[in-house]
């Protein structure tokens, strides 16, 4: 079969202050053995990562992993996932590169160490967060399970609930393994709430989007926000959060037992919840909560 030419598009989020935008151009040839849809070699002609400033605004660096790789690695390639650090007050990016015609022979990988200030590719160096989670990062995360209604009735006392996202709800989504603090939200555009100042000063130009019909919207929150901090600006201004009624299962408490939360603090208190390695929320509005469109 003919190689077939593609271009995609992927994103993601490192060291607090960029979303990087990976454009990938290539081919794709299926294996004469393979099976499934995954049984294909890849080859990118253009690997281009853009790293994009969502605190100012603007693409500072371009960084060209198809160049990197014929460079060092020749004959490898990238394939998925940049890990990222600040080590001794320097950003590094670190990513494995595989064979092309061997894209899942994880024993002749190779990993490479790039050195953002200088942008260069350097020795490696250990990047990885350390294994055991502070008390202040167990406590930050920890917060997070409080917007699971399946745990704690949070959200319906507050007028949301926990859906599938197929049915319209907003979707909150972090990964705490990278502990880079930053929360995406993604909810249909019409569920903005009409009046948030806090809101629209983090993003002046949403109040001007010309929203349509079947617009969504994805926005990151940077900063390590609680999940106070998120539900108060998904809301119209003038509905307070309230505690009220508010009841932790005995499921996952630490003494297996029923409580009454009156504030995020009691509700870290009691959790029996550890940080884990991936976390998603969906969370639908209720009617009584105004989330009427701009």
Known sequence: MEPKGITLYFYNIILDDYIYFRKIKGERY??????????RIEKYNEDIIELYNFKTGETEKTIDFAAIAEENTP??????????????????LQWKVYPVEEPHNVERAEIITYDLNEERVVDYIDISPPSQYTEEEKRYYKSFYLIDDSWCNFLE???????????????????DSWRDGVIIVEMPASMLPENNVKLYAEFPRLKEYDIKAGDCVRLFFAGYPDAEEIMGMLMEDG??????????????????????VSNMDEYIKWCNCPPS?????????????QTSSI
Do not use: M, W
Not at 30 to 39: I, K, Q, S
Not at 75 to 92: C, L, M, S, T
């Open 30 to 39: 299926p294996l004469a053995e393979g099976e499934t849809r995954f049984d």
């Open 157 to 175: 006392i507050n007028g949301f609930i926990r859906e599938s996202i197929d049915k319209k709800g907003i979707y909150v989504d972090y990964t």
């Open 277 to 289: 390695s991936f976390l998603s929320y969906v969370l639908p509005s209720k009617s009584k909560v």
């Open 239 to 260: 509905t307070e959060l309230t505690y009220e009624g508010c009841i932790l299962d005995s499921v996952l408490s630490i003494d297996g037992k029923e409580h009454e």
């Open 75 to 92: 004959g490898k390639q990238f394939k998925r996932f940049i890990e990222a650090e600040v080590i001794d007050g320097k950003p590094y």
